[in-house]
């Protein structure tokens, strides 16, 4: 019997308010120019793209120290690939721990002054592993309240109690000790080392005693500090200084130039994770060639500390020309407010030959929509002036 074909709302009515309910969503995004969208973006080296037809110099990158593309870095990783293979082919707790592995974790400790070391297939999989791992329900997460997402997911499925201290504030954060700590079997203080959209520093040392005199345990996420910071050895080496940090954590994906994350800490908090973390025990291990590419960049950092420095002195140098408050970080905020504002002048400096990508919330809290800017060793300090130019005569009319 032949039957009139049905349209596939009427063939499966869940498909059909399925769409409807993401085409609503959507809407609701596009009016609050909050929608977001891929666009495509081949690299030709550390800074210069081509995207929507253009070639632009980039300025909304973490390739830091332009890794991604330095010759080194990628004659390594295709040797590891002619030795090792393409993927790893497990878990690590099953077959995929290949040998790259344990001289990179050697690495990593040593730069970070730990014990021990285990690195996790992404930064966002380090933390939503490690402190579900360390806290449950009768616990307490102290976090700062512009903490990375993946801190905060991490807090979340540890499923203890979270309390949010104001940002960067240590009376806060203490106030909040004072309320909850006794009241809870262990607790754990999570900050970024490097704020990714500030680009501003943690207060670590002050930090880190305020986690002894209550008896609560420090996480630091260095992914933007690791290579740029301290000598290239993070955030909690800043200033010459050496703030007792328990769990060291990061990204190899910023100047590291490649992919996965990390915990530096003592052994025994190492082995424990290795053996409770769910995002490590159940994600297949890192390519070879992404590890090798890992080894090879620490090597790097380490023989070259004047190179390591120079992204957060070409940041410096940006501020100073344009009037901004000195950077800490080769990250640097123009604060702009408004969404639609900041798409403007996103587009204004596209239209200059830069790409200047406008973040929005909630990435970053309503009426702080702004401008992220991140500095390279490679920038030319011609472009760096022009930007700062720009920015200062046509974004803020000063």
Same mark, same amino acid.
């Given at each position: 019997?032949?039957?009139?074909?049905?349209?596939?709302?009427?063939?499966?009515?869940?498909?059909?308010?399925?769409?409807?309910?993401?085409?609503?969503?959507?809407?609701?995004?596009?009016?609050?120019?909050?929608?977001?969208?891929?666009?495509?973006?081949?690299?030709?080296?550390?800074?210069?793209?081509?995207?929507?037809?253009?070639?632009?110099?980039?300025?909304?990158?973490?390739?830091?120290?332009?890794?991604?593309?330095?010759?080194?870095?990628?004659?390594?990783?295709?040797?590891?690939?002619?030795?090792?293979?393409?993927?790893?082919?497990?878990?690590?707790?099953?077959?995929?721990?290949?040998?790259?592995?344990?001289?990179?974790?050697?690495?990593?400790?040593?730069?970070?002054?730990?014990?021990?070391?285990?690195?996790?297939?992404?930064?966002? +999989? /380090?933390?939503?592993?490690?402190?579900? !791992? @360390?806290?449950?329900?009768? *616990?307490?997460? #102290?976090?700062?309240?512009? $903490? %990375?997402?993946?801190?905060?997911?991490?807090?979340?499925?540890?499923?203890?109690?979270?309390?949010?201290?104001?940002?960067?504030?240590?009376?806060?954060?203490?106030?909040?000790?004072?309320?909850?700590?006794?009241?809870?079997?262990?607790?754990?203080?999570?900050?970024?080392?490097?704020?990714?959209?500030?680009?501003? +520093? /943690?207060?670590?040392?002050?930090?880190? !005693? @305020?986690?002894?005199?209550? *008896?609560?345990? #420090?996480?630091?996420?260095? $992914? %933007?500090?690791?290579?740029?910071?301290?000598?290239?050895?993070?955030?909690?080496?800043?200033?010459?200084?050496?703030?007792?940090?328990?769990?060291?954590?990061?990204?190899?994906?910023?100047?590291?130039?490649?992919?996965?994350?990390?915990?530096?800490?003592?052994?025994?908090?190492?082995?424990?994770?290795?053996?409770?973390?769910?995002?490590?025990?159940?994600?297949?291990? @890192?390519?070879?060639?992404?590890?090798?590419?890992?080894?090879?960049?620490?090597?790097?950092?380490?023989?070259?500390?004047?190179?390591?420095?120079?992204?957060?002195?070409?940041?410096?140098?940006?501020?100073?020309?344009?009037?901004?408050?000195?950077?800490?970080?080769?990250?640097?905020?123009?604060?702009?407010?408004?969404?639609?504002?900041?798409?403007?002048?996103?587009?204004?400096?596209?239209?200059?030959?830069?790409?200047?990508?406008?973040?929005?919330?909630?990435?970053?809290?309503?009426?702080?929509?702004?401008?992220?800017?991140?500095?390279?060793?490679?920038?030319?300090?011609?472009?760096?002036?022009?930007?700062?130019?720009?920015?200062?005569?046509?974004?803020?009319?000063?």
């Amino acid at each position: 019997m032949n039957r009139q074909a049905k349209t596939p709302t009427e063939a499966d009515p869940g498909l059909g308010s399925l769409d409807q309910f993401a085409a609503g969503k959507l809407a609701e995004l596009e009016a609050r120019h909050l929608r977001r969208s891929l666009v495509e973006s081949t690299r030709e080296d550390g800074i210069y793209l081509i995207r929507n037809g253009r070639r632009l110099i980039s300025f909304s990158c973490n390739d830091y120290l332009n890794l991604t593309q330095h010759p080194a870095i990628k004659k390594a990783a295709i040797a590891a690939i002619a030795k090792h293979g393409v993927g790893s082919g497990a878990s690590r707790l099953v077959t995929g721990n290949h040998p790259l592995y344990a001289e990179l974790e050697a690495k990593l400790a040593r730069l970070k002054d730990t014990e021990a070391c285990c690195v996790f297939g992404s930064g966002y +999989l /380090a933390n939503t592993g490690i402190i579900p !791992a @360390l806290i449950g329900r009768a *616990d307490l997460v #102290l976090i700062d309240e512009l $903490a %990375h997402a993946c801190l905060w997911a991490g807090a979340q499925l540890a499923k203890g109690r979270i309390a949010s201290f104001r940002h960067n504030d240590l009376g806060d954060a203490e106030r909040l000790l004072k309320q909850h700590r006794a009241h809870h079997r262990h607790a754990l203080i999570a900050t970024d080392g490097v704020f990714s959209m500030d680009g501003d +520093l /943690a207060p670590l040392a002050e930090l880190s !005693a @305020l986690a002894r005199s209550y *008896d609560a345990w #420090l996480l630091s996420d260095d $992914a %933007h500090g690791i290579g740029v910071v301290g000598d290239g050895r993070g955030s909690s080496f800043a200033g010459g200084s050496n703030a007792e940090v328990p769990l060291q954590m990061g990204t190899l994906s910023k100047a590291i130039g490649g992919y996965g994350g990390y915990l530096c800490a003592s052994a025994a908090v190492i082995d424990l994770v290795r053996n409770r973390a769910r995002t490590l025990i159940y994600s297949t291990g @890192l390519p070879p060639a992404t590890v090798a590419a890992a080894i090879a960049a620490i090597d790097l950092i380490e023989r070259e500390p004047a190179y390591a420095a120079l992204p957060l002195e070409k940041a410096k140098a940006f501020t100073r020309l344009a009037g901004l408050p000195e950077a800490q970080s080769p990250i640097v905020p123009v604060l702009i407010g408004e969404s639609q504002a900041a798409l403007s002048a996103s587009r204004l400096l596209e239209a200059e030959g830069f790409l200047a990508v406008a973040i929005r919330p909630p990435t970053v809290p309503a009426g702080t929509a702004r401008l992220r800017l991140t500095f390279s060793a490679a920038h030319p300090d011609a472009e760096i002036a022009r930007l700062a130019e720009l920015i200062r005569s046509r974004i803020f009319k000063r």
